[in-house]
């Protein structure tokens, strides 16, 4: 019985993979817009250069590139200001209620004159054409669009995000009632944004892509959320191991629980088939359904980022890195209900 079980999860798992959905060309830009692009930035001296070089060589250029310098410790106003952003520096903590990237956002829109908005993490690295794409998808489905990047990898330890990556993909692939977005890369109207309150009515969230996506369903307005692929990439966490543990346990805890039930069960069902072949890997049946997992993971990992041959193989190292920083992350949020990111303690509301 138990076998069935596990294998219905592995049935569940492919579902979920078909009805990804990635960025892609919908057509020409028949439209004339001014794109404000607001990039909220906190100690990224190391990112952000590269990001400002690259929104330069786009196909459809912005209006404006704004930087909001969120009170850094680094040169991140000045590496703004070199590459010819006009920079917006927060030199205080942020207020009373508020959270930083929400705080950054809002204060970065304050400033924009553009009748589009697209806010981008300094991390990402989108091609030549990523903003016309984006626009593309816009003019086609309108409301909030949003994109997860493409993963890129550079050490050993990175890797070890696929089974954060596969989640976090999966929870925007329900078939159901869409709910949720993509924070990396958000394109959504001036009037639209304003229509929702923007990132002030959810300026204490830390899963801020999600409870806006929600604002956004509530006021009657359309959000799509798509994969990279080919038009935008990033790589996370580069600064070690620990920065990896402690950027997805600030955010896992909330993030799972905030997600539409049926889709939560779903993916917990889905989990609990992975972890069943893990831990039952000395009965044959699981043997079986290991390698099934196993060439599931391969296929997918292809689509999400710069896996390696051998990342299939250690699916359970990943999936056991998981538990660990999702146990965790339920501690800091509902027990000691403060996580901390950037070297700031942020208080979970």
């Not at 990898?153 to 078939?175: D, G, I, P, Q």
């Not at 309150?197 to 006021?219: P, Q, S, T, Y």
């Not at 080919?230 to 997805?248: A, N, S, T, V």
Request: glycine letters at 8%; proline letters at 3%.
């Amino acid at each position: 019985m138990r076998g069935v079980l596990y294998f219905l999860s592995w049935l569940i798992g492919w579902i979920y993979y078909r009805n990804l959905r990635f960025l892609k060309r919908e057509g020409e830009i028949s439209g004339d817009y001014k794109i404000s692009v607001i990039i909220p930035a906190r100690n990224e001296e190391e990112n952000l250069g590269k990001l400002l070089s690259l929104l330069k060589k786009q196909t459809y250029k912005p209006y404006e590139v704004i930087v909001v310098n969120d009170n850094s410790e680094d040169d991140t106003e000045g590496v703004g200001e070199r590459n010819g952003a006009r920079v917006i520096s927060l030199y205080e903590e942020p207020p009373e209620g508020w959270v930083g990237k929400n705080w950054a956002i809002w204060n970065g829109y304050l400033e924009s004159r553009g009748d589009i908005l697209l806010f981008l993490d300094a991390d990402v690295e989108p091609s030549s054409e990523f903003i016309e794409v984006m626009l593309s998808s816009y003019e086609r489905y309108g409301g909030l669009i949003s994109c997860w990047p493409y993963q890129r990898f550079e050490k050993f330890y990175e890797h070890l995000n696929f089974a954060f990556n596969l989640v976090s993909v999966f929870s925007m692939a329900f078939l159901g009632k869409k709910e949720g977005a993509f924070g990396p890369a958000m394109m959504i109207s001036r009037k639209d944004y304003e229509r929702v309150g923007g990132h002030k009515e959810v300026r204490n969230k830390i899963v801020e892509d999600m409870e806006f996506a929600k604002k956004c369903l509530e006021e009657g307005i359309s959000v799509n959320n798509f994969l990279g692929g080919e038009y935008i990439k990033f790589r996370m966490y580069p600064h070690g191991i620990k920065d990896l543990f402690q950027g997805f346990s600030k955010n896992m805890a909330k993030g799972a629980f905030s997600i539409n039930i049926i889709n939560f069960l779903l993916i917990f069902l889905y989990m609990t088939g992975v972890y069943g072949s893990i831990f039952y890997f000395r009965n044959t049946i699981f043997n079986f359904l290991y390698i099934l997992y196993a060439i599931q993971f391969s296929v997918i990992q292809r689509r999400l980022g710069d896996y390696k041959w051998y990342d299939f193989l250690f699916s359970p190292l990943h999936f056991l890195f998981f538990l660990l920083v999702f146990t965790y992350s339920i501690l800091r949020v509902f027990f000691v209900r403060t996580v901390v990111w950037k070297g700031r303690k942020i208080r979970v509301g």
